[in-house]
């Protein structure tokens, strides 16, 4: 009977102490066999009686049993992602197919891109060209359509962001890669076109976390790069391969500098006779007119940045 009463004592006794100044949390103790300690540092096992008792209660915790009288607790983030509309405002039949025409202009504009890849691997180079153009004028017109229209949403940012990211970062390098071929070495083409790829990547990823500009862009738009590509392959632009090459390099850098370039839009209210000069140039040389209007854009955005910094 004594023995049993010390059993059950031993088993019930809760220890309270104190361990380099500290106070000790409560925990229960069962009765060891006195060569447990022995077993313990024989297999290492002394480190488990040392676990924290917040350890101990997640364990319990986790083979605890559900009452099935309560549900399953949902997740905040499960609870809420299926409830983000890709259309915000009002969803109405007729917002709805003005949504799937901004978005049909975006998937116009990737399926372009891809069938200028596929072109431009038959060796039919001018004519993926002529596809990386209609890219363009297709990217351009979602994003018009899309605030003309009122359906402008982050789903519809995010699906032209990646479009573009195929049309211009993808089906563009790859169409000046085979208009290359045979003028330039393997290695130099590759290199060119690797970058154009990068940066027009990192170009695409910087725009969608930086604060919006109205007035200028920061860097080359991809957009504007893979036209001056496309119209460059389309025209056959009578230049050595390896000034070419370095031409496409310094594009590609231009996507992610810092310097600011203007919009469309702003160029579009330069007067009128700034825009007699290129279309009597285009009547004339067409190839020369377009390299210096290339050239001059190039050159427009370290100007503008240096006028910035000296009136800051």
């Not at 009452?67 to 890709?86: F, K, Q, R, V």
């Not at 071929?181 to 590759?190: D, K, Q």
């Not at 910087?206 to 109205?214: A, E, Q, W, Y």
């Amino acid at each position: 009977m004594r023995r049993s009463s010390t059993f059950a004592r031993q088993v019930l006794l809760v220890r309270v102490g104190r361990r380099d100044g500290d106070l000790r949390t409560t925990d229960l103790t069962l009765p060891e066999h006195r060569y447990a300690d022995r077993q313990r540092r024989r297999y290492g096992l002394e480190r488990l009686s040392r676990q924290p008792i917040d350890a101990t209660r997640a364990e319990i915790e986790a083979v605890m049993p559900v009452s099935p009288a309560l549900p399953p607790m949902a997740y905040a983030d499960e609870a809420t992602a299926g409830s983000i509309p890709l259309l915000p405002g009002e969803r109405t039949m007729a917002r709805r197919m003005k949504f799937g025409v901004v978005n049909a202009c975006t998937l116009a504009s990737l399926m372009l891109g891809m069938l200028a890849i596929f072109l431009a691997m038959q060796g039919e180079v001018r004519i993926a060209a002529l596809c990386l153009i209609a890219c363009v004028a297709f990217d351009g017109l979602d994003g018009a359509l899309a605030r003309k229209l009122g359906v402008a949403s982050p789903f519809g940012a995010q699906m032209d962001s990646l479009a573009d990211m195929c049309s211009f970062g993808l089906a563009a390098p790859v169409v000046v890669y085979a208009s290359l071929a045979g003028s330039v070495s393997t290695a130099a083409a590759a290199v060119a076109c690797f970058l154009v790829a990068a940066c027009a990547a990192i170009r695409l990823a910087r725009f969608n976390v930086s604060p919006k500009d109205g007035r200028f862009f920061c860097g080359v738009p991809t957009t504007m790069a893979a036209a001056v590509l496309a119209v460059t392959v389309a025209i056959g632009l009578p230049v050595p391969g390896l000034v070419l090459v370095a031409g496409v390099a310094l594009l590609a850098f231009a996507m992610v500098s810092s310097f600011p370039y203007a919009k469309l839009a702003r160029l579009v209210k330069l007067p009128p006779w700034l825009w007699l000069a290129p279309v009597l140039g285009a009547l004339v040389d067409i190839r020369l007119t377009f390299a210096l209007i290339v050239v001059g854009y190039l050159v427009s955005g370290p100007v503008l940045w240096l006028r910035q910094r000296r009136t800051a």
